[in-house]
């Protein structure tokens, strides 16, 4: 799979790389390393607050979905991949943002992000996906507030500047990967661009 995204990646680090230096990972690390397997090396490319994640940075197998808050599929497969990782400990289950279906998706992801600068992530991401229905003004502002989230904090930091670069970036990298859509999922190294249910996922853990 690793050579199918080469040149995209070539076009990923020459265009953005140098003018948003986030990751530790280097250019020839991220293309030509066989030591780590490809969908760890996105990891590496994105910062931290950038990443949502449940279960152990040390387990055996990672599954990451690209999402997006107004996606149906998403809040179905959400519990779905929470039970999972409660039901195993050698499963992380890493959620990347890729907000495609509107401008408010765009906006909420921004927020998510934001809550990260707080620890909140995690906390605001559940809030939100655990709300009935559609989502609702009224229901984000009681995810904010379920969650922990310091709103004026969350505010100031919804203002940063990298924030729209970092979202930028995490959905170049969905749409370079192949998702057209979401969810979009990676099980270890296998891509799927849609929705998986959960004994298929299971079928490729290790």
């Given amino acids: ?16 790389f140098a003018r948003f ?10 293309i030509f390393d066989d030591a780590k397997p490809f969908h760890l090396k996105i990891l590496d490319v994105l910062p931290k607050e950038a990443i949502i994640q449940i279960g152990s940075d040390n ?25 999972l990782e409660n039901e195993r400990d050698d499963v992380r289950v890493v959620f990347l943002q890729y907000p495609i279906l509107n ?6 992801s921004k927020m998510v992000i934001a ?54 970036l995490s959905s170049f990298i969905a749409g370079g990967v192949g998702a057209r859509g979401t969810p979009a999922l990676f099980v270890n190294e296998n891509f799927s661009p849609g929705y998986m249910p959960k004994n298929r996922i299971i079928s490729l853990l290790k």
Avoid: W
């Fill in 1 to 16: 799979m690793q050579s199918k995204f080469i040149n995209f990646f070539f076009i990923l680090f020459f265009s953005l």
């Fill in 21 to 30: 230096t986030i990751a530790e990972i280097t250019v020839e690390e991220l």
């Fill in 59 to 83: 387990s055996e197998n990672t599954i990451i979905e690209f999402m997006d808050y107004f996606c149906g599929y998403c809040k179905k497969i959400q519990p779905e991949l929470i039970e």
């Fill in 103 to 108: 401008d408010a998706s765009f906006v909420i």
């Fill in 115 to 168: 809550a990260n600068y707080q620890n909140k992530g995690l906390e605001l991401h559940n809030a939100i996906f655990s709300s009935s229905g559609s989502l609702t003004q009224e229901k984000l502002n009681k995810a904010i507030l379920e969650s922990g989230v310091n709103e004026t904090k969350l505010r100031i930091d919804m203002g940063k500047e990298e924030l729209e670069k970092i979202l930028h």
